[in-house]
């Protein structure tokens, strides 16, 4: 449910990532419990030449974040969340 029209204007910082398995794995939560995110800054890697230093962002709108926040949490990756 990647898709940049979410239930609210304001957007929070889910997780700061730059591993493509757990970004996916994240997507692949939320949308499993229908909440919809957009991940930024995925494409960077363009730009610094494929290191993979640049970390992709994924956000939730602010409405949804302490559901998206929950279910991580449950999936056992608490500790990848960023401070509320």
Do not use: C, F, K, W
Request: proline letters at 6%; zero cysteines.
């Amino acid at each position: 449910m990647s898709n940049p029209v979410l239930r609210s204007a304001i957007l929070r910082e889910l997780i700061r990532v730059n591993d493509p398995v757990l970004l996916s794995a994240i997507g692949a939560l939320l949308d499993g419990a229908g909440i919809r995110y957009v991940v930024l800054d995925q494409n960077m890697s363009v730009i610094e030449g494929s290191l993979g230093i640049l970390p992709s962002r994924v956000m939730v709108g602010e409405a949804d974040a302490p559901a998206a926040r929950r279910v991580v949490t449950d999936a056992g990756l608490g500790h990848e969340l960023r401070p509320e």
